[in-house]
C-alpha cells in the first residue's frame, strides 16, 4: 500500500486516527488491500500527510487490536489473514454512519432528494483527494 492512498483531512471534525482507521477499515473490506499486504511506515504516512508520527501509531495499534492488521517482526504491519472476506452488509454497516450523518444533514438545510441524489452520483464518478 502507498500512504497517498489515505486522504487525511487535518480541518475535519473527525480526529485524524479515526479517519486513519476507518479508511484502511473500508480499504479491506472492499478488498483494496489484501491479507499480507504489507502497510506504509508509520513514518511514511506521518510525513506524507505532515501529521505526527504517534496519530498514525495509535491508528495502527487500534486496527492491530481489533484484528485488522497484524504487526509482523522486521516487516511492519500487514493486513491480517481473515478467516473470510467481509460480506456485503459488513461493508454496509462500514459506510451506514456516514449516509446516515449525510441524511440529517440534507434535513436539515432542507435539500430535496433528487438532487442530493445527483450530486452523490457524481461525486462516485469523480476522483476525490
Known amino acids: 500500500m502507498d500512504a497517498s492512498l489515505l486522504s487525511i483531512q487535518p480541518n475535519a471534525a473527525e480526529p485524524l486516527y479515526r479517519q486513519i482507521t476507518g479508511q484502511i477499515r473500508r480499504l479491506v473490506a472492499g478488498g483494496v488491500l489484501r491479507p499480507g499486504e504489507t502497510l506504509p511506515s508509520v513514518r511514511d504516512v506521518a510525513g506524507l500527510h505532515a501529521i505526527n508520527p504517534m496519530t498514525v501509531s495509535k491508528a495502527y495499534s487500534q486496527l492491530e487490536a481489533e484484528g485488522v492488521l497484524l504487526r509482523l517482526r522486521g516487516k511492519g504491519m500487514v493486513v491480517a489473514d481473515l478467516a473470510a472476506p467481509p460480506d456485503l452488509a459488513a461493508r454496509w454497516a462500514l459506510i451506514d454512519p456516514a449516509l446516515d450523518a449525510l441524511a440529517?444533514?440534507?434535513?436539515?438545510?432542507?435539500?430535496?432528494?433528487?438532487?442530493?441524489?445527483?450530486?452523490?452520483?457524481?461525486?462516485?464518478?469523480?476522483?476525490?483527494?
Open 104 to 129: 440529517r444533514q440534507a434535513r436539515e438545510l432542507e435539500l430535496p432528494a433528487g438532487a442530493l441524489l445527483d450530486r452523490l452520483k457524481s461525486r462516485l464518478k469523480e476522483d476525490l483527494p
